[in-house]
């Protein structure tokens, strides 16, 4: 049985775990260099990371301003970073709020869009804002309209050049979309930074998927009894069940450990995997990747299929499926359960 207190705890041991990775460390570093040499740009630096959803983009950008946390002095807070999200639908009000908000403007509702924009500058100064970090920055390419909102993506280009920062921007591939069709924008960007998912059939990248398994187990090895996340048949399973996406992976060891606690108790066997998994991914029927009955063998057909679980197929304008109002036809996304029932 586990205690109150280390029920609390435990909790949220998934959540407040961050295991690195090559590319999670590579990205890392070169926004901490977009950050370090700042000043000494002749121009703003503006650096877009892009990434399938579930890649750990936003805990990446979360992580990395939570290591330049503010400071205070006799002369007030002194902040390095500014990180909001894109809201669904943007715009220069509802993007220039959640920046003064975030910089702790106790009126940032107040005034119209033309003042609001000259208290931020004025703030992001005062406060020493050396880099402005926008997620979900494919919300600036509207589905709906198959529009790219230039008004808001022009407003922003001002405002780091104007407050001489860095730029970091987040999202889908459709952010690319966004830049491109910016040309003054995209003359500010360097190459992008790219979060991919884990492939099995690169051996790099499955000893990585396998050790960062190895990584969650020794934590959750703690309070709980697991079986062996990293050993062939058990790493191969979660790879099934996640398709080498991070964030699929955390929302299945998230719902085990959950799971674990609701019961009362500390050992985790295939079958709480199995449970966990039913209700942590969405929308998928049998077979599931934990079932004892399921095949470990990873074959050329699974594998390509598996590289296709939470993918979609964006669309950018101009192009044939995105002139067509209705009736067009989507990539559906495809399940785990779907892509195993197709052997």
């Given at each position: 049985?586990i205690?109150?207190e280390s029920?609390?705890s435990?909790?949220?041991?998934i959540e407040?775990t961050?295991?690195?990775h090559t590319?999670?460390d590579?990205a890392?570093q070169?926004i901490?260099?977009?950050?370090?040499?700042?000043?000494?740009?002749?121009e703003p630096?503006?650096i877009?990371?892009?990434g399938?959803?579930?890649?750990?983009?936003?805990?990446?950008?979360?992580?990395f301003e939570c290591?330049?946390n503010?400071?205070?002095?006799?002369?007030?807070?002194?902040?390095k970073?500014?990180?909001?999200?894109?809201?669904?639908?943007p715009?220069?009000?509802s993007?220039?709020?959640l920046?003064?908000?975030e910089i702790?403007?106790?009126?940032?509702?107040n005034?119209?869009?033309?003042?609001?924009t000259?208290?931020?500058?004025?703030?992001m100064n005062k406060?020493?804002?050396k880099?402005?970090?926008?997620?979900e920055?494919q919300?600036?390419y509207?589905?709906g309209?198959?529009?790219?909102?230039?008004?808001?993506?022009d407003?922003?280009?001002?405002l780091v050049?104007?407050s001489?920062v860095?730029?970091?921007?987040a999202?889908?591939?459709?952010c690319?979309t966004?830049i491109?069709?910016n040309?003054?924008?995209?003359g500010?960007?360097m190459a992008?930074?790219?979060l991919?998912?884990?492939?099995?059939?690169?051996?790099?990248?499955?000893?990585?998927?396998?050790g960062?398994?190895?990584a969650?187990?020794q934590?959750?090895e703690?309070?709980?009894?697991t079986?062996?996340?990293?050993?062939?048949e058990?790493?191969?399973?979660?790879?099934?069940?996640?398709?080498?996406?991070?964030?699929?992976?955390t929302?299945?060891?998230r719902?085990t450990v959950?799971d674990?606690?609701d019961?009362?108790d500390?050992i985790?066997?295939?079958?709480?995997?199995?449970?966990?998994?039913?209700k942590?991914?969405?929308?998928?029927?049998?077979?599931n990747?934990f079932?004892?009955?399921f095949?470990?063998q990873?074959?050329?057909?699974?594998?390509?299929?598996?590289?296709k679980?939470?993918?979609?197929?964006?669309?950018?304008?101009g192009?044939?499926?995105?002139?067509?109002?209705?009736?067009?036809?989507?990539r559906n996304?495809m399940t785990p359960?779907q892509?195993?029932?197709?052997?």
């Open positions: 049985m205690n109150i029920q609390i435990t909790k949220y041991l407040t961050i295991v690195p590319a999670f590579n890392t070169r901490a260099q977009c950050l370090n040499y700042s000043d000494e740009a002749s630096i503006g877009a990371l892009i399938e959803s579930r890649t750990g983009k936003s805990r990446l950008l979360e992580d290591q330049h503010p400071t205070r002095d006799e002369n007030g807070i002194n902040k970073i500014i990180r909001v999200k894109t809201p669904s639908k715009t220069v009000k993007l220039v709020e920046m003064l908000r702790k403007d106790p009126i940032f509702t005034g119209t869009e033309n003042s609001k000259i208290r931020l500058k004025c703030l406060t020493g804002i880099m402005v970090m926008i997620d920055f919300h600036f509207d589905k309209s198959h529009k790219v909102m230039h008004h808001v993506a407003w922003l280009k001002i050049d104007d001489k860095s730029l970091v921007v999202g889908l591939p459709t690319k966004v491109d069709q040309e003054q924008l995209a500010r960007f992008p930074i790219i991919p998912r884990f492939d099995w059939s690169k051996d790099t990248q499955r000893e990585e998927f396998i960062i398994l190895d969650f187990q934590i959750m703690k309070y709980f009894n079986p062996k996340f990293s050993n062939q058990m790493s191969f399973r979660f790879y099934c069940a996640t398709g080498g996406l991070i964030g699929y992976l929302k299945l060891l719902q959950w674990a606690l019961s009362g500390n985790i066997k295939l079958k709480n995997l199995s449970q966990a998994y039913a942590s991914i969405w929308t998928h029927e049998h077979p990747p079932d004892d009955a095949s470990d990873p074959t050329e057909f699974i594998l390509s299929q598996i590289q679980i939470g993918a979609h197929e964006p669309e950018e304008p192009s044939e499926s995105a002139t067509i109002k209705s009736g067009r036809k989507r996304k359960s892509i195993l029932s197709a052997q």
